[in-house]
């Protein structure tokens, strides 16, 4: 049988092939968002065992393995880990079709160079063993594993009230050649929803800031001095998880009342909980704006919406779904009104609902500013649409109604530090569509011409958007490939 996971996977033209080998392949990986937990980086944790590396927390192989039917005591219960992982390789080849097929093999392959096996439950436990003895060793702890993929630049996602204080130690150490990055992640500022919740990070919010929060403008003084210590610490962008666009209309005189009638404990409306995240957004925005930093809306997740796997797990579990709510007339009204005053910063818009693509791309294409280049973009292909049909439709929503020139790539939007091999995923596939095109005519056979644009979307855009102070060491160059 010929080998499944090899150097032309996925690239079926002469043209694809050249475009990955000769460009994409060669760029370093700027990744603008992730979950990964910047303590372990900055420690330099060290693994276990596969399944610690690969199942813990990733949500996306817990919701296969419960379409399999498998216990959960297997995939989040206390199942030794051993057991967890030949459960994940028993039903490893039901999900072909699925993009964790093809993410698991790369995975497999570029981490562990097992290019050959297929996995699945015969296999399973020779992989197992053989993976868990090289994570136990020191080339296999997480820096050696960021640096083994060639990342160049990593933006984590954290709260306002984080430290910050394991990204001061990584930014410190000039022997570490990736540059890590915070990102501004203000969601649980917006969840006056939830009163209990709501007020008790908002007094941790004042603590972190030294800010004794009483009313509306208390919380934005508070909110500003965070937003500075992010920026002190390197961040140059914010993240917004959305399940719809908020653009109510709302006076500070109303924000303040919603705000000390949810710290009261008060039940807030639904409307009201609107016109509060609204001019909350819009107060975040113009920080973003006055900074020059990037913000991020991942628009259109419902989430938790199983209780009782909610209730036993908790979030980020996997029991979220893709939202179907109305985005186009508020998300428009939200950017015109910063852009109107000179205030709408570099944004990002990510949408979980293919339906939506068109909108969004056709969206970012009305907002622009002389001399930035793609100031409003539509983001990569987000969650349950970064499979490889999801990033095609993407894609050529972005050609069809804006520049796919200027778009600024993938991420891996993850929490394994295994999950790079998503970045070579979503460039062979790149290279694929364009080659594809070179051999129907429709787009002219310059490699020149196209090499340079596959290198711009696989790194430079974004190291362009984003403009991050790099971390002053001989090893951080820029991105720019050959």
Avoid at 24 to 43: G, N, Q, S, W, Y
């Amino acid at each position: 049988m010929a080998k499944f996971i090899h150097e032309d996977f996925l690239l079926t033209t002469r043209a694809a092939r050249r475009l990955y080998h000769e460009h994409a392949a060669r760029m370093p990986i700027f990744d603008f968002h992730c979950h990964l937990p910047v303590k372990d980086i900055a420690e330099n944790k060290s693994f276990r065992n596969l399944t610690e590396a690969w199942l813990g927390g990733d949500h996306y192989k817990w919701r296969a393995m419960r379409a399999s039917g498998v216990a959960e005591r297997l995939i989040t219960g206390d199942a030794p880990d051993r057991e967890k992982f030949m459960a994940w390789a028993a039903i490893v080849p039901s999900t072909i079709g699925n993009p964790l097929y093809h993410w698991s093999h790369l995975e497999l392959a570029r981490y562990f160079h097992v290019g050959g096996a297929l996995l699945g439950p015969d296999t399973g436990p020779a992989i197992y063993d053989a993976c868990s003895a090289l994570l136990s060793s020191k080339e296999y702890r997480v820096r050696s594993l960021l640096t083994m993929m060639n990342v160049r630049v990593l933006a984590t996602t954290d709260d306002p009230i984080d430290s910050l204080e394991h990204h001061a130690a990584l930014q410190a150490d000039s022997s570490f050649p990736v540059t890590v990055v915070p990102t501004f992640r203000p969601d649980a500022a917006m969840a006056v929803d939830n009163p209990p919740a709501f007020n008790a990070w908002t007094e941790k919010l004042g603590q972190a800031a030294g800010v004794a929060i009483h009313g509306w403008q208390d919380f934005l003084e508070a909110l500003r001095k965070r937003h500075d210590h992010f920026h002190a610490h390197g961040c140059r962008a914010s993240d917004h998880a959305w399940e719809e666009p908020y653009a109510e209309e709302c006076t500070d005189a109303e924000a303040d009342r919603i705000f000390r009638f949810a710290r009261s404990g008060g039940r807030v409306s639904p409307l009201e909980t609107r016109v509060f995240k609204s001019a909350l957004m819009v107060e975040l925005a113009r920080m973003n704006a006055e900074k020059k930093w990037v913000q991020q809306l991942h628009i259109g997740a419902l989430r938790d919406i199983n209780t009782r796997g909610f209730r036993a797990l908790g979030p980020n579990t996997g029991f979220d779904t893709v939202g179907d709510l109305p985005l186009a007339r508020p998300l428009a009204r939200f950017l015109d009104r910063l852009d109107a005053v000179g205030q709408l910063p570099k944004t990002i818009l990510y949408c979980l609902n293919p339906a939506h693509n068109v909108v969004l791309a056709a969206m970012a294409g009305g907002f622009s500013e002389d001399a930035v280049r793609g100031k409003v973009q539509f983001g990569p292909a987000w969650w349950f649409n970064d499979q490889r049909h999801g990033m095609e439709e993407q894609m050529r929503a972005l050609a069809d109604a804006g520049l796919l020139a200027r778009f600024v790539g993938m991420v891996t939007d993850s929490r394994s530090f295994l999950s790079f091999p998503r970045h070579e995923y979503f460039r062979r596939i790149l290279c694929e569509m364009l080659g594809l095109g070179m051999q129907r005519g429709e787009i002219p056979a310059d490699f020149s011409l196209l090499g340079g644009m596959v290198r711009d979307i696989c790194g430079n855009n974004a190291e362009e958007f984003f403009a991050l102070p790099r971390k002053p060491s001989a090893a951080s160059p820029s991105l720019t490939g050959p």
